[in-house]
């Protein structure tokens, strides 16, 4: 018997430790916007707190606008590498195209921003609802190739649906910078449409950031 007692907190402990770790970066549902800040690109995209599929969410309405929300972190890429978040978008933008800085622009996006010794060598992943750009593809951003574009979602065929979404940050900056990242900096959102002129809607659920599967 007490062999079995003894198993049994071994497998527990196990468990226990093997367990993921869990940093609520956007807790909308139950904090709300606290601990984001705003950057203001070319006017003011309104971000505001609703209520959709029965929970609170962000809602981003942008209107030849480019601002975003941010929240600073400092988190190791190597444990906390998993990223996972829902959106929802109300179509693409017309006449966005990932390949042109006048066609810069995304109903949805989210980065990760990783730190430098060196500040205009921090780099960043841009996670995007692309217009033109094939699902799983990557390109360099049209202002900057120290940001990626890597499209999650891609086209108007999952418009106006919640999709669930997860990456593994560590394995994707890899594959796009090379190397190791250094600390993730920030996480920000960010529905934009100054280059082209014209209009988009997201909505955008919690996001966190886990040190398993």
Not at 45 to 54: C, N, P
Not at 121 to 147: E, M, Q, V
Not at 166 to 184: N, S, T, V
Request: hydrophobic share 40%; charged share 25%.
């Amino acid at each position: 018997m007490t062999g079995h007692i003894l198993l049994a907190l071994a497998l527990t402990a196990f468990c226990t430790v093997a367990q993921a770790t869990e940093y609520h970066v956007g807790a909308f549902s139950t904090e709300g916007l606290h601990g984001w800040e705003t950057k203001i690109f070319k006017g003011t995209t309104a971000y505001s707190l609703v209520q959709d599929a029965g929970r609170t969410v962000v809602k981003a309405a942008s209107r030849g606008t480019a601002s975003g929300l941010f929240k600073k972190v400092k988190l190791d890429p190597e444990q906390f590498r998993y990223l996972r978040w829902s959106w929802k978008v109300g179509g693409i933008v017309k006449n966005g195209d990932e390949t042109t800085k006048n066609g810069d622009d995304h109903a949805a996006r989210i980065y990760v921003v990783f730190s430098s010794r060196l500040f205009w060598r921090t780099k960043a992943i841009n996670y995007i609802w692309a217009n033109r750009l094939a699902k799983g593809d990557a390109i360099p951003n049209a202002f900057t190739s120290h940001a990626m574009m890597l499209a999650v979602e891609s086209g108007p065929e999952r418009v106006g649906h919640w999709i669930n979404e997860e990456r593994d940050i560590l394995a994707d900056y890899r594959r796009l910078f090379g190397g190791e990242p250094h600390e993730i900096d920030a996480i920000a959102i960010m529905t934009d449409t100054d280059n082209t002129g014209g209009e988009a809607t997201a909505w955008y659920g919690d996001i966190t950031l886990s040190t398993g599967k």
